[in-house]
Nanobody, 123 residues
Framework: QVQLVESGGGLVQAGGSLRLSCAAS????????MSWFRQAPGKEREFVAT????????SYRDSVKGRFTISRDNAKNTVYLQMNSLKPEDTAVYYC????????????????WGKGTLVTVSS
């Protein structure tokens, strides 16, 4: 069992930055690939970024490439999402997710979810 708790969301102006954190419980954190998803009002939850167990493999959705950076600290059981040059269309609830399999970009491929943190980008 893995419990995930996101933090770091808030209100920011367009062009600004935020860093999201996701703290995981359990001693097997480094066995899981970690991902970030987001869900805007009235839309389906979508993949944002994923990082492999050791951090050597990373993937992003096209719209955030060059602006967002995913990273992890296995000693702290934490995964991060640094978000720069934020746009109003980045407004969403951001969710952290864990999977025993790296490479999935679908919600059905995740084993555990956090409850989310809201990011609002004003224009």
């Amino acid at each position: 069992q893995v419990q995930l708790v996101e933090s770091g969301g808030g209100l920011v102006q367009a062009g600004g930055s935020l860093r999201l954190s996701c703290a995981a419980s359990g001693r097997t954190f480094n066995s899981y690939a970690m991902s970030w998803f987001r869900q805007a009002p009235g839309k389906e939850r979508e993949f944002v970024a994923t990082i492999s167990w050791g951090g050597s493999a990373i993937s992003y959705r096209d719209s955030v490439k060059g602006r967002f950076t995913i990273s992890r600290d296995n000693a702290k059981n934490t995964v991060y999402l640094q978000m720069n040059s934020l746009k109003p269309e980045d407004t969403a609830v951001y969710y952290c997710a864990a999977s025993l399999r790296y490479g999935s970009t679908s919600t059905s491929g995740m084993d555990y979810w956090g409850k989310g943190t809201l990011v609002t980008v004003s224009s």
